[in-house]
Every structure is written in structure tokens, then in C-alpha cells.
């Protein structure tokens, strides 16, 4: 029971071009999300979040926005570049001491 | 400041073997948690601490065994390895429940056969 789904496996996008990773949730209790990043052989780290009060957050090249009715996350990485290149995760939280983390998206950012 | 450090990086084991896998935090957080992660899945929790002397279950608890005698250290126990618990596992930390990001370890790799 996969309640947070992230549905592209994998995503190439040209180095100075924009890249968007989706994830999708099941559950309306889930009212903070967060994006990770994780290198190969290391742990994932803490890239943005949001709050379910909002709609969008901004950190430099990051921005999440978060789609409510349609339960539908997605992570704007402008502009792309190589270092970019890792997995990532999507997790959200419901309003206790569980994430639920989706499958990860493998980002290729090509020079 | 070394975060979340998490040892052995890799491990083979035979089945029926058991051993601990070993976590560390030194940013004094409350809240421990012990995740694995199969390839082309998400993370999975097993076990999670909300402070030194209180564990509870997660989604993903079978197998394993955990305590929590310290703040810093979450050692997590496999008992009688089968090749069912083959994943990478991650120990992460947090410094209050609710809002607030994991800080991860990088993981030990463990494979039974």
C-alpha cells in the first residue's frame, strides 16, 4: 500500500533546462511534505519542504509546489545542472511521527 | 560535526547469523528511526525512538529487535538473518516529532545468503 508514489522512475533533462519531479499521495491527513536528495553510497539529505498551508516554497534553484485537491507534489529545479544528478524522494507526514517516503526519481542532468 | 554516522558500510551474512547494526548521532536529537530501503522501493520504517529508553514499532518491525539506553546511540539487532532482510538500511535522526527533516546516516549495505 503505496501511499506516496512517485511514478517516473527516471528523468533526463539538458544541463540549463528546467527539471520537474512529480509525486502523487493517497492520504488527506498528510500535512507536511519534503523533498530529499541522495548520492549513491550516501544517505539522503534534506533538500525543501512544505506545509500543507501553503502552496509553494522557494530555496534558490528549488521550488516545491504543492496541489492540494489533486493531492499532487512536485519538485522545479531551474536552472539544471550536472551536480543535480542523484535520486530523489518525496516523503509526506501525517500529523504524527510517520514518513511516508515514495520510490524516488533518478535524475540525469546531461552537460 | 559528524551527524548521524552508521557502522559496518557493508555487511555479508550467512543465514540464521545475527548481528547489530550500529547508529550514532551527536546533534543530542530525541528522535531515532531505523529505515530500509529494497531497490525500487521507498524507505520502509522498522523501528522509531522518541528518547533513550522508549522504542516503538514502525511499518516493517519482523526480524529485527532495537533499544535505546542513550540519547546518542540506536543499535538495531538481527537476530536469525534471512535473505528477505537483504536491503540497505538507514538510521536517521530528528530534534522533535512533526515538522522537522530527517538527518540520515549513509546507510549499511547488507546482504544474507
Known amino acids: 500500500d503505496q501511499q506516496v508514489k512517485q511514478n517516473s522512475p527516471s528523468l533526463s533533462v539538458q544541463e540549463g533546462r528546467i527539471s520537474i519531479l512529480n509525486c502523487d499521495y493517497t492520504?488527506?491527513?498528510?500535512?507536511?511534505f519534503l523533498w530529499y536528495k541522495k548520492y549513491p553510497a550516501e544517505g539522503p539529505t534534506f533538500l525543501i519542504s512544505?506545509?500543507?498551508?501553503?502552496d509553494k516554497n522557494e530555496d534558490g534553484r528549488f521550488t516545491v509546489f504543492l496541489n492540494k485537491s489533486a493531492k499532487h507534489l512536485s519538485l522545479h529545479i531551474v536552472p539544471s545542472q550536472p551536480g543535480d544528478s542523484a535520486v530523489y524522494f518525496c516523503?509526506?507526514?501525517?500529523?504524527?511521527?510517520?514518513?511516508?517516503f515514495g520510490t524516488g526519481t533518478s535524475l540525469t542532468v546531461i552537460p | 560535526n559528524a551527524g548521524v554516522t552508521q557502522t559496518p558500510k557493508f555487511r555479508i551474512l550467512k543465514i540464521g547469523q545475527s548481528m547489530t547494526l550500529q547508529c550514532t548521532q551527536d546533534?543530542?536529537?530525541?528522535?531515532m528511526y531505523w529505515y530500509r530501503q529494497d531497490p525500487g522501493m521507498g524507505l520502509k520504517l522498522i523501528y522509531y525512538s522518541v528518547g533513550a529508553g522508549i522504542t516503538d514499532k514502525g511499518e516493517v518491525p519482523n526480524g529485527y529487535n532495537v533499544s535505546r539506553s542513550t540519547t546518542e546511540d540506536f543499535p538495531l539487532r538481527l537476530e536469525l538473518a534471512a535473505p528477505s532482510q537483504t536491503s540497505v538500511y538507514f538510521c536517521a535522526s530528528s530534534p522533535r516529532q512533526g515538522n522537522s527533516p530527517l538527518h540520515f546516516g549513509n546507510g549499511t549495505r547488507l546482504t544474507v545468503t
Open positions: 516523503a509526506a507526514l501525517p500529523a504524527g511521527n510517520q514518513f511516508y
Open positions: 546533534m543530542n536529537h530525541n528522535y
Open positions: 512544505i506545509s500543507s498551508i501553503k
Open positions: 492520504n488527506s491527513m498528510f500535512d507536511y
